[in-house]
């Protein structure tokens, strides 16, 4: 069915895309924080890596896996399943390819709880999430066309699967949309004549194109339109949505006939025991007594739902029963995403703090902040770099959060941490909230499957958190605190894999997109001190100098300011002179250790 509301909403929520930043499928979001329903055990699978069983290794650290932590990251990334394998490598995807085994091939403990099972050497333990419903009465006149985009993003292909089992030489709209639709991915767009693809969501740097962009008849029929050179014609399918996407809040007690405390039985027409887990939600990344996935135990749930299958798979019971064969589904999830903006100071803005749920990560969100305080400094302008400071002030605020004053009842968020202390110069907005959908792949029974060009998406991690805040080099000896409260720019170990493999292990950050700050050789450390001096005595007279010109400041005069700038610079010069840190950034990613 098509409906006018519906169109316009499907609008209105793509259009949001390049403004709030909506990442790519291939980019691994973060773990879901919210408390949403524990998911299911549906067993034990061959995964020969042509293709993985999944399609998405997960970032996470497999030497630190529980079934807990791998489901949380599978629901914040929309997946419907969720697997373990080799003792802890996480991996999420739509569909499951490859065949079920015994039960008992299912036999490697997870690495961080030697009380679960983490799958066995190319053998993968996989989790359903229940929440999603199949759906086998859409058909491809409920995708609604959503005009013409663009797709020459320097960040990848605005859809980001291909369907290339179609010729596309006949290819029309409807044969696209059916792919599409087979595959459950709730986005499909036609390009280049004759071109098919789907996805998840509008990958980074796609907007709204004029039609007359979109000129290229489809090859298998002259009278429709498929795309054009790097264009797009977009369509997508609004019904399908998932019933509790991550950030689902139940209703109000007494709003609906769902009760509170309902018992959900996971049956399976093979020999798979029952397993259920013994809480109704997880929350964070869930620790093993916040969920704990045994057998033959019995779940409250918070709403009931019932998926009948006529798979091997697990059938979940309760009161509201779906009949059906294995289908495809879609959902909608609701997600919060960061401003573009989260702190605004004249010109520039800073880059959104990662997200966090303990003091260690917390501490590296502090860290992050503290690194753009040079860039703030040096991008701002006058008198906009005035306002550093208090950015300056906020991320001070956030590391006194971290080691637990700012913490109330013990509770470590980005979230609460707004709350209790929102920057004094936002940006582009507070975080906000906002709906993608995710699609809901049935499960492969044991048949060949589905020719389909998904490929599994990497997880090789090629940046890292900047462990420490703190510079290799020396501070000028003689000027404590620094001239105008200006500080020196941080110089540490570069967060790049590609360049620190390149033989350039150290950085000076100057700019919140650390890929335009300069790197160096280790031959080189001094250098990069000596250019971190030089990054300090130029703020130094841009904003202290010039702020005494103006009357911001009353210590000195604006000759009397430079020279004091000029002095702490030489001093800077004198203490960096020559140093080395042969020791520091010895292999990425561990630290300056």
């Known amino acids: 069915m098509t409906s006018l509301t519906l169109k316009a909403a499907a609008l209105a929520a793509l259009a949001l895309v390049p403004r709030l930043g909506v990442r790519a499928t291939t980019i691994e979001l973060p773990p879901c924080l919210d408390p949403f329903q524990p998911f299911i055990y549906s067993g034990c699978y061959a995964d020969t890596g042509n293709p993985h069983a999944l399609s998405l290794r997960s970032q996470l650290d497999q030497q630190n896996m529980t079934i807990e932590k791998c489901v949380s990251v599978c629901k914040g990334n929309g997946f419907r399943y969720a697997g373990l394998e080799y003792y802890g490598v996480c991996y999420c995807g739509n569909t499951v390819n490859g065949q079920q085994l015994a039960e008992a091939s299912c036999n490697y403990p997870c690495t961080s709880?030697?009380?679960?099972?983490?799958?066995?050497?190319?053998?993968?333990?996989?989790?359903q999430d229940p929440t999603f419903l199949p759906v086998d009465e859409v058909t491809v006149a409920d995708y609604d066309h959503l005009g013409c985009w663009t797709d020459d993003s320097e960040y990848g292909k605005a859809l980001a699967y291909p369907q290339?089992?179609?010729?596309?030489?006949?290819?029309?709209?409807?044969?696209?949309?059916?792919?599409?639709?087979?595959?459950?991915?709730?986005?499909?767009?036609?390009?280049?004549?004759?071109?098919?693809?789907?996805?998840?969501?509008?990958?980074?740097?796609?907007?709204?194109?004029?039609?007359?962009?979109?000129?290229?008849?489809?090859?298998?029929?002259?009278?429709?339109?498929?795309?054009g050179r790097a264009r797009l014609n977009l369509y997508v399918a609004n019904e399908l949505q998932s019933l509790e996407p991550c950030g689902y809040v139940p209703p109000p007690p007494g709003s609906s006939s769902t009760s509170s405390s309902s018992t959900t039985s996971v049956a399976s027409s093979s020999s798979t025991p029952d397993v259920t887990t013994s809480t109704t939600t997880t929350s964070d990344i869930p620790s093993s007594n916040t969920a704990s996935y045994?057998?033959?135990?019995?779940?409250?749930?918070?709403?009931?739902?019932?998926?009948?299958?006529?798979?091997?798979?697990?059938?979940?019971?309760?009161?509201?029963?779906?009949?059906?064969?294995?289908?495809?589904?879609?959902?909608?999830?609701?997600?919060?995403?960061?401003?573009?903006?989260?702190?605004?100071?004249?010109?520039?803005?800073?880059?959104?703090?990662?997200?966090?749920?303990?003091?260690?990560?917390?501490?590296?969100?502090?860290?992050?902040?503290?690194l753009q305080v040079s860039a703030c400094?040096?991008?701002?302008?006058?008198?906009?770099?005035?306002?550093?400071?208090?950015?300056?002030?906020?991320?001070?605020?956030?590391?006194?959060?971290?080691?637990?004053?700012?913490?109330?009842?013990?509770?470590?968020?980005?979230?609460?941490?707004?709350d209790h202390k929102p920057p004094s110069a936002p940006g582009s907005g507070v975080p906000t909230t906002?709906?993608?959908?995710?699609p809901c792949l049935p499960v492969n029974t044991g048949m060949p499957p589905t020719a389909t060009s998904t490929k599994p998406a990497?997880?090789?991690?090629?940046?890292?958190?900047?462990?420490?805040?703190?510079?290799?080099?020396?501070?000028?000896?003689?000027?404590?605190?620094?001239?105008?409260?200006?500080?020196?720019?941080?110089?540490?170990?570069?967060?790049?894999?590609?360049?620190f493999n390149s033989g350039h292990p150290f950085k000076l950050y100057t700019d919140s997109d650390s890929s335009k700050c300069k790197s160096y050789a280790r031959s080189s450390f001094s250098t990069a001190c000596l250019d971190a001096c030089q990054e300090q005595y130029e703020d130094c007279v841009d904003v202290y100098?010039?702020?005494?010109?103006?009357?911001?400041?009353?210590?000195?005069?604006?000759?009397?300011?430079?020279?004091?700038?000029?002095?702490?610079?030489?001093?800077?010069?004198?203490?960096?002179?020559?140093?080395?840190?042969?020791?520091?950034?010895?292999?990425?990613?561990?630290?300056?250790?």
Not at 193 to 202: K, L, M, P, S
Not at 434 to 438: E, L, P, Q, S
């Open 113 to 127: 709880n030697s009380s679960q099972v983490c799958g066995g050497t190319e053998i993968i333990s996989i989790y």
């Open 164 to 227: 290339d089992q179609l010729d596309g030489s006949t290819l029309t709209t409807e044969k696209c949309l059916e792919a599409c639709r087979e595959g459950g991915y709730p986005l499909a767009g036609t390009e280049f004549g004759g071109e098919c693809w789907c996805g998840v969501v509008i990958g980074n740097g796609t907007f709204s194109a004029p039609d007359t962009e979109c000129d290229i008849p489809c090859n298998g029929n002259s009278t429709q339109t498929c795309g």
């Open 294 to 370: 045994t057998l033959s135990s019995t779940t409250t749930t918070s709403t009931s739902t019932t998926l009948a299958t006529t798979t091997s798979l697990p059938r979940t019971t309760t009161s509201t029963t779906v009949s059906t064969t294995t289908t495809s589904s879609i959902c909608k999830e609701t997600v919060t995403l960061p401003p573009t903006c989260e702190y605004k100071c004249g010109k520039w803005c800073s880059s959104p703090l990662p997200d966090w749920d303990s003091p260690q990560s917390c501490f590296t969100s502090h860290a992050n902040c503290f």
């Open 377 to 418: 400094f040096k991008q701002a302008g006058w008198p906009g770099a005035l306002e550093c400071f208090g950015f300056a002030e906020w991320c001070s605020a956030l590391s006194t959060y971290c080691k637990g004053s700012g913490r109330p009842g013990g509770i470590c968020s980005k979230k609460d941490f707004w």
């Open 434 to 438: 906002t709906v993608i959908t995710v």
């Open 458 to 499: 990497t997880s090789t991690s090629t940046q890292c958190p900047i462990p420490t805040s703190t510079s290799l080099c020396n501070p000028p000896k003689n000027n404590k605190p620094p001239m105008g409260g200006i500080p020196l720019p941080v110089v540490t170990c570069n967060d790049l894999l590609p360049s």
């Open 545 to 593: 100098a010039k702020g005494c010109k103006e009357g911001k400041y009353k210590e000195d005069s604006y000759a009397g300011a430079v020279i004091k700038c000029k002095e702490q610079y030489a001093d800077c010069w004198l203490a960096n002179w020559g140093v080395s840190a042969e020791k520091k950034c010895k292999v990425w990613g561990t630290g300056p250790w």
